[in-house]
């Protein structure tokens, strides 16, 4: 076993998944990383961190438009 084969069998860091759910929203994310996604990520994990990204996105929006329109 070599260290690639380590790194194949842990899950996915908070950081890979944020980045993840953030290239998805843009539409940019790369074959081989949906590919480790779908092999080594839980469901679950890209549900939060979709949904907290998704709140924080819509309330940057409100505030802007909140900061333009004053």
Known sequence: MGKNDKE???PLTLLE??????????????KEKKQRDFTHGKPLQ??????VFTLLFLVT?????NIVLK
């Not at 998944?17 to 790369?30: E, I, K, P």
């Not at 890209?46 to 949904?51: D, M, S, T």
């Open 8 to 10: 194949q069998d842990q």
């Open 17 to 30: 998944v944020a980045s993840s759910v953030l290239a998805a929203a843009f539409g940019v994310q790369s």
């Open 61 to 65: 929006v409100i505030s802007i438009v």
């Open 46 to 51: 890209f549900v939060i961190v979709g949904v």
